[in-house]
């Protein structure tokens, strides 16, 4: 069966510092692979997604890149975080013809 | 590009009452339509799908229900739970050439026991 991971759960980072959320996926190939965030007690705003190994697509300009070194792994980075960038961070993944799977996701609060 | 809209943005019902929560989208090429619920502090779950070829979809005590023509579809919970308290968010898909679901912005539902 598929899994999603997504790690690490919480995280709390001075301003300035630098950022990397891991998510993987098992049980499938070729997934679409998404970023969403979701500040307190609001929608899910995507971020980045992609279709394929080195393939990312940008939603929103902003502090943050996504990489995907590998068919199930998908980085989301920053180099230097800001204040705005604390929230709950969601990785999803997808295949054609059905919904997205969420991971569980990492709540970052940027000090 | 898609557009969803959700109402309410909160709901309140008493234990054993019905909910409904109701979403219209703008692109008519859409055709796959799921329904997610998010406890606090969790990720979505996807609870209950439907696409643009079936009019009605039940699972236990939570329906879906789309109508094409107006581009809306709804999702029904009957004989609520206190476990049924959740942010719950409708999506829709539009077919070849799109990538991601868009979102609604979510209904917060409150089940007063």
């Known amino acids: 069966s598929q899994t999603i991971h997504q790690w690490p759960a919480t995280l709390v980072q001075p301003v300035g510092s630098p950022l990397s959320l891991e998510c993987t996926v098992e049980g499938t190939s070729n997934p679409n692979l998404y970023w969403y965030r979701q500040a307190a007690g609001r929608g899910l705003q995507l971020l980045f997604y992609?279709?394929?190994?080195?393939?990312i697509s940008s939603e929103v300009p902003q502090n943050l890149s996504a990489s995907r070194p590998q068919d199930r792994q998908f980085i989301l980075s920053s180099k230097k975080l800001l204040l705005s960038d604390s929230g709950f961070y969601l990785c999803?993944?997808?295949?054609?013809?059905?919904?997205?799977?969420f991971g569980s996701g990492t709540r970052l609060t940027v000090v | 590009g898609e557009n969803v809209e959700q109402h309410p943005s909160t709901l309140s019902v008493q234990e054993g009452d019905s909910a409904v929560i109701k979403c219209t989208y703008s692109d008519s090429a859409s055709n796959y339509f799921p329904w997610y619920k998010q406890e606090l502090g969790k990720g979505p779950q996807l609870i209950i799908d439907i696409r643009s070829n079936v009019g009605e979809k039940k699972d236990q005590r939570i329906a879906v229900t789309l109508n094409k023509t107006a581009k809306h579809f709804s999702l029904h919970i009957t004989e609520t739970q206190p476990e049924d308290s959740a942010v719950y968010f409708c999506a829709a898909y539009s077919g070849a050439g799109s990538y991601q679901l868009t979102f609604g912005k979510g209904t917060k539902l409150s089940v007063i026991p």
């Open positions: 999803a993944w997808r295949l054609r013809g059905v919904g997205y799977t």
């Open positions: 992609s279709v394929g190994i080195g393939q």
